[in-house]
């Protein structure tokens, strides 16, 4: 089954205490993208990569970062998270350009940074 | 600065009804607009999109209309069934090489049996 997975899908954490959240996909896209999504500004876009070892900042990068060694793998880092990246966190992944090809999301990470 | 707005955060609409969900944007530079569907506890998808050297397109019960003069796009769900009941997101891109979708805040759906 073609998919996007996430994990954990839920974090409790503490502030400083860095986190990674994983992100994986079975359909060898080469864009991949992270969103949070927050109460009243939809989704945002953090980080995106177009291939292995290309990565670039997206809307609201500050505090994350990420890598893409593998196609399949994006993972999302927080090294001292802090409450202000309390959010519902989305990884997508595309075949091309967002406006030319539609994005598969995971089922999202709920995180709460206390 | 919202560039894709969705100025009703909910929408109540009964069985069999049409539901139309609302979108506009301020960047001209936009070119492809989507429409995603987010049921809880699950991420987004695709639901349809249309270019912007389109003023319609429809794939079944779900119709998108772009108002390019307007910067406004629309969603039409004909007839609206219980099971369409979720959060709708209107999104845009401009194109170019960042892979970037811009969001606008979500509509939820409600469709009453």
């Known amino acids: 089954e073609a998919q996007v997975t996430q994990n954990p899908r839920y974090l409790i954490t503490v502030t400083g205490k860095k986190l990674t959240v994983t992100c994986s996909q079975n359909m060898n896209h080469e864009y991949m993208s992270w969103y949070r999504q927050d109460p009243g500004l939809g989704l945002r876009q953090i980080y995106y990569s177009m291939n292995v070892e290309v990565t670039d900042k997206g809307d609201v990068p500050e505090g994350y970062k990420v890598s893409r060694k593998e196609k399949r793998n994006f993972p999302l880092i927080l090294e001292s998270p802090s409450p202000n990246q309390t959010s519902l966190y989305f990884c997508?992944?595309?075949?091309?350009?967002?406006?030319?090809?539609?994005?598969?999301f995971g089922p999202g990470t709920r995180l709460l940074v206390l | 600065d919202q560039q894709v707005k969705q100025n009703s955060p909910s929408l109540s609409v009964q069985e069999g009804r049409i539901s139309i969900l609302n979108c506009d944007y301020t960047n001209s530079m936009f070119d492809y607009f989507l429409w995603y569907k987010k049921y809880p506890a699950e991420g987004p998808t695709f639901l349809i999109s249309?270019?912007?050297?389109?003023d319609k397109n429809e794939d079944g019960r779900f119709t998108v209309f772009l108002n390019k003069s307007a910067k406004h796009l629309s969603l039409h769900i004909v007839p609206s069934q219980p099971g369409d009941s979720a959060v709708y997101f209107c999104?845009?891109?401009?194109?170019?090489?960042?892979?970037?979708?811009?969001f606008g805040t979500g509509t939820l759906l409600a469709v009453q049996p």
């Open positions: 249309i270019s912007s050297i389109k």
């Open positions: 999104a845009a891109s401009s194109g170019g090489a960042t892979n970037k979708l811009i």
């Open positions: 997508a992944s595309s075949w091309g350009l967002a406006g030319a090809e539609t994005q598969y």
